[in-house]
């Protein structure tokens, strides 16, 4: 069993950067694809980032490309997800994902999820 827990959060203002973690307890993110989401009040969860789990490829939503980066540093087990450039619509819970093996940015196909971390950009 993974638990995965996201760290980071914050309230900040457009044009901050804020930078979220997620560590795993119980294994490591070895051979694990990692995918960060999130999901404003009122609409559905969507994608954000995914990183395959030999760490070569990575993925990202249009709206985030070329001001969000998903990282991995093995040598703590921990996955980030740098955001530089917040903008108002960028504020939702952020969760991060785990799956063995695959690299994906469909949600149903990840198997472990952290409790998520709270984004807020105000105007």
């Known amino acids: 069993q993974v638990q995965l827990v996201e760290s980071g959060g914050g309230l900040v203002q457009a044009g901050d950067s804020l930078a979220l973690s997620c560590g795993a307890s119980?294994?490591?993110?070895?051979?694990?694809?990692v995918g960060w989401f999130r999901q404003a009040p009122g609409k559905e969860r969507e994608f954000v980032a995914a990183l395959s789990w030999n760490g070569y490829s990575t993925r990202y939503v249009d709206s985030v490309q070329g001001r969000f980066t998903i990282s991995k540093n093995n040598a703590n087990d921990t996955v980030y997800l740098r955001m530089n450039s917040l903008k108002p619509e960028d504020t939702a819970v952020y969760y991060c994902a785990a799956v063995a093996g695959i690299f994906t940015t469909t949600p149903a196909r990840y198997t472990f999820w952290g409790q998520g971390t709270q984004v807020t950009v105000s105007a």
């Open positions: 119980g294994r490591t993110f070895d051979n694990y694809g």
